[in-house]
């Protein structure tokens, strides 16, 4: 009885794999029919090129053309974030008005119509710099506190009339409360020695400490230090502020983020231009009246820009506070910038600089 059963199997098995075999050559070009439903591009643009700067503002010719095709183009769409024009027949020029466009990257796309189907698509992105000369100051001092020179520090602010500090480097990094007329340390918390401390700033009872490449940030309890929560982002931590409603970080290039303050997560980014291009190395940051202002790493300057546009606004020139033996520094250089906005004070520090500064910008 085994046998014919183990036959009948295997003839059962035969007669389906010659089915499946008839069934699939019996379709022959499904693959090459799946190939040639993908409709080649048709729509080329021919200047300006991917990638070239301009400034905002500018009204920029794009020149059009369209690919060899057995389609017939019916019209074309060119949408911007505040453009959305249908070009006539035979229309291969459209002027893009920028006037209303943030700084940094801005897309342009060019749909293709045939038969009154939208058949293809064409992305074109641009850079743009600030259509501002930004106003030239320098930062005086008014009055000299004491500083820890063994703070390496990364983040700065004002609250309740005291100052708070977060320091870097490994095994190092520290969140302080800080008496800043005298530099007494008030409160001290360590972070974990695996965790390169960066910015700092407060939003409502909590400060928030961000690290540099853990792509993990600490939230606290302001009066305590009570460790409350961790924070996840997918960048380099550097600078960290608020405008009150999201927090604001910078990563060591010329990209600002936005972040929701309650859950953390990016809800916006924007890119940081003046008037000749894009200015990287932003590090720590402070909101100051409507401007974040940043510390521009490894330099001897702070820029304030517009967080809506991105628009560099004014340029700080601080070399004539800087400590003596301090100028042309790598590592201790100048970082850290607080605002007392009960007061209007800004203060100023470096990195293991031996004063705290109250400055102004004239």
Not at 23 to 38: C, F, L, R, V
Not at 264 to 288: A, M, Y
Request: with cysteine; proline share 3%; hydrophobic share 35%.
């Amino acid at each position: 009885m085994i046998k014919p059963i183990y036959l009948l199997s295997l003839l059962l098995l035969l007669l389906y794999s010659c089915n499946t075999k008839e069934t699939k050559e019996s379709q022959p070009g499904i693959e090459s029919a799946q190939k040639s439903s993908k409709t080649e591009s048709v729509i080329e643009v021919v200047s300006p090129k991917a990638g070239d700067l301009f400034s905002i503002g500018d009204n920029i010719t794009i020149k059009i053309a369209l690919k060899e095709s057995d389609l017939t183009i019916d019209s074309l769409v060119v949408e911007s974030e505040y453009h959305h024009n249908q070009l006539k027949k035979d229309e291969l020029t459209f002027v893009w008005k920028t006037d209303k466009l943030n700084t940094g990257p801005n897309q342009l796309r060019i749909f293709a119509y045939s038969n009154g189907n939208h058949i293809d698509t064409y992305y074109l992105k641009l850079r743009f710099k600030s259509d501002i000369v930004p106003e030239n100051l320098e930062c005086r001092i008014i009055n000299t506190y004491p500083h820890d020179i063994k703070s390496y520090t990364q983040g700065l602010i004002f609250e309740d009339g005291k100052m708070y500090e977060g320091t870097g480097q490994y095994g190092q990094s520290v969140l302080r409360k800080i008496d800043f007329e005298t530099g007494k340390i008030i409160a001290e918390l360590s972070i974990p020695s695996q965790h390169f401390g960066e910015g700092i700033t407060a939003f409502g009872d909590k400060i928030i400490q961000l690290t540099w490449t853990s792509q993990v940030g600490f939230v606290y309890d302001k009066k305590s230090f009570k460790l409350l929560t961790t924070l996840q982002y997918s960048t380099q931590g550097w600078g960290l502020t608020t405008d009150g409603k999201r927090l604001i970080m910078s990563d060591g290039s010329s990209t600002i983020y936005f972040l929701d303050p309650e859950y953390f997560t990016q809800n916006g980014s924007i890119e940081v231009f003046d008037n000749n291009g894009p200015v990287k190395k932003l590090n720590e940051l402070e909101f100051i009246n409507g401007l974040v202002y940043a510390n521009v790493y490894q330099t001897e300057e702070i820029i304030a820009f517009d967080p809506e546009t991105g628009k560099v606004m004014k340029r700080i020139d601080c070399r004539k506070i800087v400590p003596d033996g301090f100028h042309g520094e790598e590592d201790n250089v100048l970082n850290g910038i607080a605002y007392d906005s009960k007061n209007g004070r800004i203060f100023v520090t470096g990195k293991r600089w031996p004063y705290l500064y109250e400055v102004a910008f004239k």
